[in-house]
């Protein structure tokens, strides 16, 4: 590991997430890359014990450095060495491989506390989160479909939306993690009027972006040609364009999402409005599939994560990618030097 000095580099904290999944294998991978520690100084919040046995199983030349205090303080933080903070009272014994579990639910919850105080109170530019598992949070009881949303609750954040990118696309989600017979009836004015404003707010506070060209993409095959394959362009998403665009916001007019995305690539959009999961993410994982970071618009704190899940089926195999990692890592630490919140180290 290169001895890169860290002075005004971003300090981030890094989540574990749940420690079932492979949350445990990228960081360990992640920190071993040089990338990570030319662009901030890492702080992982997790568990002391998971960290050093998953370090001892990948072999890996980092070796874990506990932190004590409330803010991560302890012995000088650089290259070739891991630094956990663990905010658990009790320390995480072991877990079982690839299974939701309440225990490790209910830990990484205390890990994005604790990285969301750390936030809040200036002691970190940003946070960076490895994947949790839903069903796992459920067990805890804590009942969020995913991290925007507990986000949202912790930080009091009133609208938040989910933006993904990768490669030359960067998309913005009206509805997330619903079943796909339900998008229909979820999509309203005013909610993709909201989806519509944060991606304007995206591209001029994190990316500098002074009159940012939105793509709005229909729900229905050719944007429901007139009411013919359906009526959410006519009944909700031209209307929150109008809106939009009395408020200065240059959004499209609702476009088939097959021609929408391509013209996207090409450098026609700077970032594309999607009504659906899987209407986004299948074209921006086509072009940039392990390479894609997701972000959190709408919060008063930096954050940005993977693009994957805790992947069970790999767990202890060493077959987990931690370049979708990297590149969160990387981003967070542009975000936060663009927003100048780079806290000086002395």
Known sequence: MPNTPTRHKPILAVTMGDAAGIGPEVIVKALASPAVWRACRPIVIGSVPVLQR??????????????????????????????????????????????????????????????????????????????????????????????????????????????????????LFVTTHLALRDVPGALTTPRVLQAIRLAHRAMKDYFRIPRPQIGVAALNPHAGEHGLFGSEEQDCIAPAV???????????????????????????YDVVVAMYHDQGLIPLKTVAFGRCVNVTVGLPIIRTSVDHGTAYDIVGKGKADPQSLVEAIKLASQLSAARGRVRKIS
């Open 54 to 171: 998953e370090a001892r199983r990948l072999s890996s030349s980092l070796t874990v450095l506990p932190l004590e205090g409330d803010h991560g303080q302890g012995p000088a933080i650089r290259g070739g060495r891991i630094p956990v903070f663990d905010p658990l009272k009790t320390p995480l014994g072991r877990v079982r491989a690839g299974r939701p579990a309440r225990g490790p639910g209910a830990a990484s919850v205390e890990f994005i506390k604790t990285a969301v105080r750390w936030a809040q109170s200036g002691c970190v530019s940003g946070m960076v989160t490895a994947p949790i598992n839903k069903e796992a949070l459920h067990l805890a009881g804590y009942p969020y479909p995913g991290h925007t949303e507990l986000l949202a609750d912790l930080t009091g954040a009133k609208q938040v939306g989910m933006m993904l990118m990768g490669g030359p696309l960067k998309i």
């Open 242 to 268: 109008r809106l939009a665009r009395r408020a200065r916001i240059h959004a499209s007019e609702p476009l088939p999402a097959d021609t929408l995305f391509g013209a996207a690539v090409r450098g026609a």
